[in-house]
C-alpha cells in the first residue's frame, strides 16, 4: 500500500427537508442545506466528510456558502501545493487558513475516510477509539407550549436516551426547567443557551438554574466571554459546559485552566477535524473534564464521523449523536443510525466512516456541485 493520494475533491450542496422544524434562540430550521465533501485517490477510492456550517453566519461566522467558497479557493490549492500524504497532516497543511474551521473540518474528514477505506480499517479504530457502542443523549428545541416540550421529553426518555437536553432562551427557561424537573425528577437534564444570555443582566436568573440538578448549562455566555463564564463558573455549583466558545485546542487549554468550563461540548466540524477533537479530548481527559459529541442536524455521514469521534476515551458522556429517523424521513447512508432501547449505537464494524453512502439518493437532492483536481 503507497502512501494517500488525493486526487479529486468534489463537493455537493444538497437539501435535506427536515422531518420537523428545529427551534433554536437563533430561529427555526426546516430545510437544511448541506454541503458534503467527497474526496477521491484516483484508485476506486473515496471519503466522505460533512460540513457542519449552516445556512445563516448565527450558530458561528461560517455559512454553507462561505465553507464552499474557502474550500475551492485555498483549501483545495493548498492541499494541493501541499502534497499530503497522510490524514494526520491535512490539519497542518491548512494552517495559513484562520477560522473556517467547518469547512476545514469537512475536507479533513473527508481524507480520513479515504485514507481508512484505503486501509481497510474501521475510522474509529484508526482514530484510537476504544467503545463499541456510544452512549446517546437528545437535544429538545424550543417548543410552542411547555406541556408540548414535556410530552417531547416524555417521547424520548421512552425511546431510551440516556440524557435530555432542552434549549433555553430568555423568557423561556426557568419556568421550562421547572416544568420538566417536576414531571421528571431523576432524568439527567441539562439546558442549552446558545450563548442567549448577558452575564451583568442574567446572573440571578443563572443562578436560578443551580436548584435543578442540572448535568450542566450550556454556553450562557456570548461565544467570545471566556472571562465572563469564569465569572459565572466561580458563581455556579453546575458546571458549564462550553460549545460555541471552544473552536481549537488552545481554546479549551484556556477555557480548562482559567476554570471557564468543567465540560466540553466537542463538535467536530467546529474545531476543525479529527486531529482537533483528538487533542481537545486527549488534554480535557488529563485535567478530569469530560466532553461530549455535540450534534449539528447532520446527515448520516456526520453522523458517522461523530460516532468514530465518540469512541475516543475522553467521550465520557452522552452526546447528541440520535437516531437518523429522529431527523430524516430518509437518509443518505445506510444502513440508518439506530438508537438501542438502552440509549446507545453501536459503532459500525466496516471500514472507513462504516455506513454506505446511498449516491443515487444524493444526486436526487443535489443542487449544485463542482470537482476540482489536485
Ligand atoms: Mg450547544
Keep these: 500500500m503507497g502512501k494517500l493520494q488525493i486526487r479529486q475533491i468534489r463537493l455537493q450542496e444538497i437539501a435535506m427537508p427536515l422531518k420537523s422544524a428545529f427551534e433554536t434562540s437563533f430561529g427555526v430550521t426546516t430545510t437544511r442545506r448541506v454541503l458534503i465533501v467527497q474526496a477521491s485517490d ?62 476545514v473540518g469537512a475536507v479533513e ?31 429538545i428545541g424550543l417548543q410552542s407550549t411547555t406541556e408540548l416540550l414535556v410530552e417531547k421529553v416524555a417521547r424520548e426518555i421512552a425511546s431510551g436516551y440516556q440524557r435530555i437536553k432542552i434549549k433555553i432562551k430568555p423568557g ?67 458546571p458549564i459546559c462550553l460549545d460555541e466558545s471552544i473552536t481549537s485546542f488552545e481554546d479549551a487549554q484556556q ?14 466540524g467546529r474545531v476543525g477535524g479529527h486531529v482537533s477533537a483528538k487533542r481537545i479530548q486527549e488534554f480535557a481527559a488529563g485535567k478530569g473534564i469530560p466532553v461530549w459529541c455535540g450534534g449539528m442536524l447532520e446527515t448520516g455521514i456526520g453522523r458517522a464521523h461523530n460516532i468514530a469521534m465518540s469512541t475516543l476515551p475522553g467521550f465520557t458522556l452522552p452526546g447528541d449523536v440520535s437516531a437518523s429517523a429522529r431527523y430524516w424521513e430518509t437518509d443518505i447512508t445506510e444502513p440508518l443510525v439506530e438508537v438501542s432501547p438502552e440509549g446507545t449505537i453501536a459503532v459500525p464494524a466496516g471500514p472507513g466512516i462504516g455506513y454506505t453512502v446511498k449516491e443515487e439518493g444524493m444526486e436526487a437532492i443535489t443542487v449544485r456541485s463542482e470537482t476540482l483536481s489536485l
Design 109 to 139: 474528514t473527508a481524507i480520513w475516510d479515504l485514507e481508512s477505506m484505503e486501509l481497510d480499517s474501521p475510522l474509529w479504530k484508526r482514530l484510537g477509539g476504544n467503545r463499541e457502542v456510544i452512549d446517546c443523549g437528545v437535544s
Design 255 to 268: 477555557a480548562i485552566e482559567m476554570d471557564a468550563c468543567r465540560i466540553i461540548n466537542v463538535k467536530l
Design 42 to 103: 484516483g484508485n476506486g477510492f473515496c471519503g466522505y466528510g460533512e460540513c457542519t456550517a449552516m445556512d445563516r453566519p448565527f450558530y458561528n461566522h461560517e455559512t454553507v456558502d462561505s465553507a464552499w467558497m474557502v474550500i475551492c479557493r485555498f483549501i483545495v490549492p493548498l492541499l494541493k501545493q501541499a502534497e499530503v500524504t497522510s490524514a494526520d497532516d491535512v490539519g497542518d497543511a491548512l494552517r495559513a487558513i484562520q477560522g473556517n474551521r467547518m469547512a
Design 172 to 238: 423561556q427557561d426557568v419556568d421550562l426547567v421547572e416544568a420538566v424537573r417536576k414531571e421528571f425528577p431523576e432524568i439527567t437534564l441539562s439546558v442549552d443557551a446558545n450563548a442567549a444570555y448577558i452575564l451583568e443582566r442574567d446572573l440571578d436568573l443563572l443562578k436560578e438554574l443551580d436548584s435543578y440538578d442540572l448535568l450542566m448549562i450550556e454556553q450562557p455566555l456570548a461565544t467570545g466571554a471566556l472571562l465572563a463564564h469564569a465569572k459565572l463558573q466561580s458563581q455556579l455549583e453546575t
